[in-house]
């Protein structure tokens, strides 16, 4: 019986119907590629203005704004509706495939690149909120109204599922951005192709579109070749050194440049990390006013600092026996492991046979380690973000006051008291709250300016800058400096703030606020 109806509704088709199983093979490609549009162009504006929930919270607002509007205008689209749709997917190619490379390249070049970021994210939306309501139509009498809906939104959600996990997974880390947008553009454009090939009632204007379809997929075939030089050229006219390094991984993008003074500089999503030319004092400031405090700690965990170069200063120490470093990217450790200018600069620290690397999540792994250390080290980026503001909560520092030993210290990075004053308080009093006892200090970095530091013990205690001897050749730190540290001007001096939970994430909203005018 389904059979007979099957063939009965192809007989009542008229000849050359738009053949549904392409159609809504359409469906699922389109999908795929509408969401990977909006991840790019999130992707994109977290990595050009900042590491930021913020900017993927605007894009994907005005994403989605933009395809209802998409949506609303398919009302007045009349005529063969399947000439539409391949016009329509030939220029969301185009528009989606070079969204990626137009944004890189003039970031530099732009004054208001947000006009330009949202008036690109408006136009791409709406052209892909075209799409499902104009297939709906095509498709319309060819399957059942409830036939209709449920498939479609049963491809267009697949295909989303699809996007969603291939972009972080494979795409990113295999492709780039300026590659995946060029190369997902071409497969709008495919479709147009199969669509153009597919019905005998696209006859009469095949040949014509036939050559726009082949122009399309050339263009971005070229921009898919040179897709490296492209991004090249744009990280060139944005950093102010020659970039020798880039890498795109499944968590952030690296970039490390390099200038004639032998300077090397590197940048996590854009956000400098450190300059050779001075990180000694912030890795200086970071570890040994700790070691100076715990001259008999021999078990140290490290938390972020794949760099190695906070392990380089902990190796000084003899007494160190096992250090144990948990880094989130491989990429990272294994930059800093194989690249010879890099090994120079941590002084092989990572390939010591005292030190345990660790590629894993640092929230996890605190839970679920089982092992105590005399002193841990707190070294992750900046809380930019929700995903790295959770690693500055009461709930992660509870959880690593168990990690200790009796006595032993922690020592976290607590980004500028001078430019983010609420965020480096905030910090100081989320330990407070934790049930540790924090001892505030800083320290001068020429690259970031005034640096911010928190010493914290479970146990109330005060801090012994006498404790224990300095290693030899060290360039910044002194006893006399590391006493120094604590003093506080006023215009550093402590503030309140609210503590830092995961359910309200505060310490964000003041990085945010503090940061945000100096384009961090």
Request: proline residues 6%.
């Amino acid at each position: 019986m389904r059979r007979r109806r099957a063939r009965a509704a192809q007989q009542l088709a008229p000849a050359g119907a738009p053949r549904p199983a392409i159609l809504l093979g359409s469906v699922a490609v389109i999908a795929t590629c509408g969401l990977l549009y909006e991840l790019i162009a999130g992707t994109l504006a977290s990595y050009l203005l900042g590491d930021s929930v913020t900017q993927f919270s605007t894009v994907i607002g005005v994403y989605l704004f933009s395809m209802g509007v998409g949506s609303w205008l398919s009302r007045y689209l009349g005529g063969p509706l399947l000439r539409w749709f391949i016009r329509l997917e030939i220029l969301v190619g185009l528009v989606g495939g070079a969204s990626a490379p137009l944004l890189f390249g003039l970031f530099a070049h732009v004054g208001s690149f947000r006009v330009l970021l949202y008036g690109l994210v408006g136009l791409l939306g709406a052209l892909v909120g075209l799409e499902i309501p104009l297939l709906l139509r095509i498709l319309q009498g060819r399957l059942a109204f409830k036939e209709l809906v449920a498939r479609v939104f049963t491809f267009d959600y697949v295909g989303s599922l699809l996007a969603a996990v291939i972009f972080p997974l494979v795409l990113v880390p295999r492709l780039g951005l300026v590659r995946t947008a060029l190369l997902f553009g071409a497969l709008n454009v495919v479709v147009a192709g199969v669509s153009l090939l597919g019905f005998d009632e696209t006859r009469p204007y095949r040949r014509r579109y036939l050559a726009l379809i082949i122009l399309a997929l050339l263009a971005l075939g070229v921009g898919v070749v040179g897709a490296e030089r492209i991004q090249r050229y744009a990280e060139g006219e944005v950093f102010q050194d020659t970039v020798i390094y880039a890498q795109s991984t499944p968590y952030q993008r690296l970039v490390l440049t390099g200038n004639h003074r032998g300077e090397l500089r590197l940048f996590l999503n854009g956000n400098l990390q450190f300059s050779s030319a001075d990180e000694y004092r912030y890795h200086e400031a970071l570890v040994h006013p700790a070691m100076q405090d715990r001259p008999r700690a021999h078990r140290i965990l490290v938390l972020g600092g794949g760099d190695g170069l906070a392990v380089r200063e902990l190796l000084k120490y003899p007494q160190v026996q096992h250090i144990r470093l948990v880094d989130l990217d491989p990429a990272m450790t294994r930059l800093f492991r194989s690249n010879q200018l890099l090994r120079e600069l941590n002084h092989n620290s990572l390939l010591s046979s005292k030190v345990e690397v660790h590629n894993t999540d640092a929230y996890a792994w605190i839970r679920q380690d089982t092992a105590r250390y005399d002193v841990v080290l707190v070294d992750f980026p900046d809380p930019g973000n929700y995903s790295i503001g959770k690693l500055y909560t009461t709930a992660f520092y509870q959880t690593l006051r168990q990690r200790l030993r009796p006595g032993g210290l922690v020592v976290v990075q607590a980004t500028s008291p001078y430019v983010a004053r609420r965020a480096y308080w905030c910090v100081v009093h989320t330990l407070a709250a934790s049930g540790f006892s924090a001892v505030p200090y800083h320290a001068y970095v020429p690259s970031f300016g005034e640096w911010g530091y928190v010493l914290a013990q479970a146990a109330p205690g005060t801090w012994r800058p006498d404790g224990g001897p300095l290693p030899a050749g060290l360039r910044f730190a002194t006893p006399q400096v590391i006493n120094e540290m604590r003093r506080f001007p006023p215009d550093m001096s402590e503030v309140p703030t609210d503590i830092n939970q995961l359910n309200n994430q505060a310490l964000v909203r003041y990085f945010e606020e503090e940061w945000g005018p100096y384009g961090q």
